[in-house]
C-alpha cells in the first residue's frame, strides 16, 4: 500500500499545476483523514473539504480543492485502505479554483466520471467561470476538466449502492450544488449533508443589490439557504470545513470525538450565520449607493 500512495503522490506532484494565492499555503495543509461516520471520509487538506463516500461498487469523490490538493487527497484515499482506481464518480459543490482545481487531475489518477450542474458543467470543462460569478474580478483559472457530464432533471446520482440526492444551491456562484446522502454505522443511519457556499462573497464591482451579470443572485442564495434548512441533516460537512466547526472536535491527526459531528442543528445554524451575511452586505451595498 505504501508503494502505491509514493507512486500516486510523485505523479500527482509531477502533473498537478499550483495556484498561488494568498490563502492557499494555509488552505492546502496537510490534514490526516478521518472517518466521519460510516462510509463517509474527510479526504481533504485542512482548509477545504474533499469528502469520499465508499460502496463495494466504487465510491465518490466530493470536490477536489486546489490543484495541488490532488495529489494528498489521492495519498488521503489510500491511506485510509481504499484505491483511486474505485472513485467512479467526482462531484463538486462550486466551480472555483479552491474547489475544483484539483479534479482535472483526481479524474486523470481515477478515471471517474465528472457531474455538476448544467451551469457549473461549461465552466468545469474551461476551468475559467463566466461573468455572472459574483467574483469573477478575483478568481483564478484552474485546469479544464476533460470528461464532464451535466446533471440535467437528475434528482440523484447512484454508485452501486450509493445514492447522492442533489440540492441546487446557487447564489455564491451560479451552479452552485450540495449533496445530500445517508451513511451507517452499527446499524445506525444518519442524514450527511455537504453543503456548498451560501456567503455573499463577491468582487469589488458586483452587487448583490442588483447586477445585470446575475441579476437573481441574492434570490438565489436565499432559496439555497431555505433549502439546506429544510433539508434532513444530522452531519453538516461544509465546503471550507472550518464553516461547520468540525476542527473544534478533529485534530490535525484526524483524532477527536467523531460523536460530536452528529448535529442535527448545525444546518440550521449554518443558514442563519449566512442569512446574517448576506443582509450586512445588502445593507452595505445599499449605504455605498447615498
Known amino acids: 500500500m505504501l508503494g502505491g500512495v509514493t507512486s500516486l503522490l510523485l505523479l500527482g506532484q509531477a502533473n498537478a499545476a499550483s495556484i498561488d494565492c494568498s490563502y492557499c499555503e494555509a488552505w492546502n495543509k496537510d490534514q490526516a483523514p478521518f472517518q466521519i ?3 463517509t471520509y474527510y479526504v481533504g487538506p485542512h482548509g477545504l473539504s474533499a469528502v469520499l463516500i465508499t460502496s463495494a461498487q466504487g465510491h465518490v469523490l466530493i470536490d477536489g480543492a486546489l490543484p495541488q490538493s490532488a495529489p494528498l487527497i489521492a495519498k488521503h484515499v489510500e491511506q485510509l485502505g481504499f484505491k483511486m482506481s474505485d472513485v467512479k464518480v467526482i462531484l463538486n459543490s462550486h466551480t472555483h479554483f479552491d474547489h475544483a482545481g484539483g479534479i482535472a487531475e483526481l479524474q486523470k489518477l481515477s478515471g471517474a466520471k465528472v457531474i455538476a450542474s448544467d451551469k457549473a458543467a461549461p465552466v468545469l470543462r474551461s476551468g475559467q467561470v463566466g461573468p455572472d460569478d459574483p467574483q469573477v474580478g478575483h478568481l483564478l483559472p484552474f485546469p479544464g476538466v476533460g470528461n464532464v457530464e451535466a446533471l440535467g432533471r437528475r434528482a440523484s446520482i447512484a454508485v452501486g449502492t450509493l445514492k447522492l440526492s442533489v440540492i441546487h444551491t446557487p447564489g455564491h456562484s451560479p451552479g452552485g450544488t450540495s ?5 451507517c454505522e452499527a446499524g445506525r443511519c444518519l442524514n450527511m449533508l455537504y453543503s456548498d457556499s451560501l456567503n455573499a462573497v463577491a468582487d469589488s464591482q458586483f452587487k448583490y443589490s442588483g447586477d445585470a451579470r446575475y441579476p437573481t443572485a441574492a434570490k438565489d442564495l436565499i432559496s439555497s439557504m431555505e433549502a439546506v434548512a429544510a433539508a434532513p441533516c444530522d452531519v453538516l460537512i461544509t465546503a471550507h470545513p472550518e464553516l461547520s466547526g468540525v476542527w473544534a472536535t478533529i485534530d490535525e491527526q484526524g483524532k ?3 460523536a460530536k459531528l452528529n448535529d442535527p ?3 440550521k445554524r449554518y443558514v442563519e450565520t449566512t442569512k446574517q451575511r448576506l443582509e ?3 445593507a452595505s451595498e445599499k449605504a455605498d449607493k447615498k
Open 37 to 39: 461516520y460510516g462510509n
Open 179 to 183: 449533496w445530500l446522502w445517508q451513511s
Open 256 to 258: 477527536g470525538d467523531r
Open 265 to 267: 442543528a448545525a444546518c
Open 280 to 282: 450586512q452586505r445588502l
